[in-house]
């Protein structure tokens, strides 16, 4: 199976640092310094995991994001954004990233992320992805909105809603766990299987899933702020 990990990043002593420490906790790691050449080696070499720099020469990396969602590629994306772009950030979050990291960044927390990510990743677009699926045709759903569990399916009043991986298991994390309050800390254990991470991960991933199955995402009636606590899921 490949564990191929596609580094998109221009900053050559970035790359390299990145690219040896994957080798030493064994994954392939694969660098290309520019957009173009990032999504023809996606084509030719689907990678388990994509660390995509935002600044780059060319096509930004938003672009690079946003063309593999719009082809229906959910390969896991982990977001490299330069510490100033607080917007890319969000950006990149709407346009299906599951993650993101600020640089400069710690290469343990990077690794944690990688290693966390992967392990929630399966895919449903990459035949090499470990695939450890309940039994196709459980179901879960509240409003109009069902989840088939086995086909990774999201739909919303008939029409198909695309997620991203992470935005896929909280969801189902929320829909298994009804009316419980999680807070930020127990989200980010129990759904991206951190210890530590920014709170506001998981603040703007619950605004994604708000502004995708919500009615009215400003005013959430299933996924609800519990104020000074957290979240707690209402069907
Ligand atoms: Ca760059």
């Known amino acids: 199976m490949s564990h191929e990990v596609l580094i998109v990043e221009d900053?050559?002593?970035?790359?390299?640092?990145?690219?040896?420490?994957?080798?030493i906790d064994g994954y392939q790691p694969v660098v290309t310094s520019d957009g173009e050449s990032a999504l023809a080696?996606?084509?030719?070499?689907?990678?388990?995991?994509?660390?995509?720099?935002?600044?780059?020469?060319?096509?930004?990396?938003?672009?690079?994001?946003?063309?593999?969602?719009?082809?229906g590629n959910l390969t896991p994306v982990i977001v490299l954004s330069a510490r100033r772009d607080e917007f890319d950030k969000v950006a990149a979050l709407r346009l299906g990233a599951d993650d993101y990291v600020t640089k400069p960044f710690a290469l343990a927390e990077l690794l944690a992320r990688v290693g966390a990510v992967l392990r929630r990743s399966t895919s449903t677009?990459?035949?090499?992805?470990?695939?450890?699926?309940?039994?196709?045709?459980?179901?879960?759903?509240?409003?109009?909105?069902?989840?088939?569990?086995?086909?990774?399916?999201v739909t919303r009043a008939g029409a198909a809603v695309k997620l991203t991986h992470l935005e896929f298991e909280l969801l189902v994390f929320f829909l298994r766990r009804q009316r419980e309050v999680f807070s930020r800390d127990e989200l980010l254990?129990?759904?991206?299987?951190?210890?530590?991470?920014?709170?506001?991960?998981?603040?703007?991933?619950?605004?994604?899933?708000?502004?995708?199955?919500?009615?009215?995402?400003?005013?959430?009636?299933?996924?609800?702020?519990?104020?000074?606590?957290g979240y707690r899921f209402d069907p």
Not at 11 to 23: H, Y
Not at 125 to 153: I, N
Not at 210 to 224: C, G
């Open 11 to 23: 900053d050559e002593s970035i790359a390299a640092g990145l690219a040896l420490n994957l080798k």
């Open 41 to 71: 080696r996606i084509r030719e070499h689907p990678p388990v995991l994509i660390l995509l720099d935002i600044g780059l020469p060319g096509i930004s990396g938003l672009d690079v994001l946003s063309q593999l969602r719009a082809a």
């Open 125 to 153: 677009t990459s035949a090499t992805m470990p695939v450890v699926a309940p039994p196709a045709g459980e179901l879960l759903g509240f409003s109009d909105v069902l989840v088939d569990l086995g086909k990774r399916e």
């Open 189 to 229: 254990r129990h759904v991206w299987g951190l210890q530590s991470a920014s709170r506001r991960t998981v603040d703007n991933f619950v605004a994604q899933l708000r502004s995708k199955l919500e009615e009215d995402p400003e005013a959430p009636r299933h996924i609800v702020t519990v104020r000074g606590s």
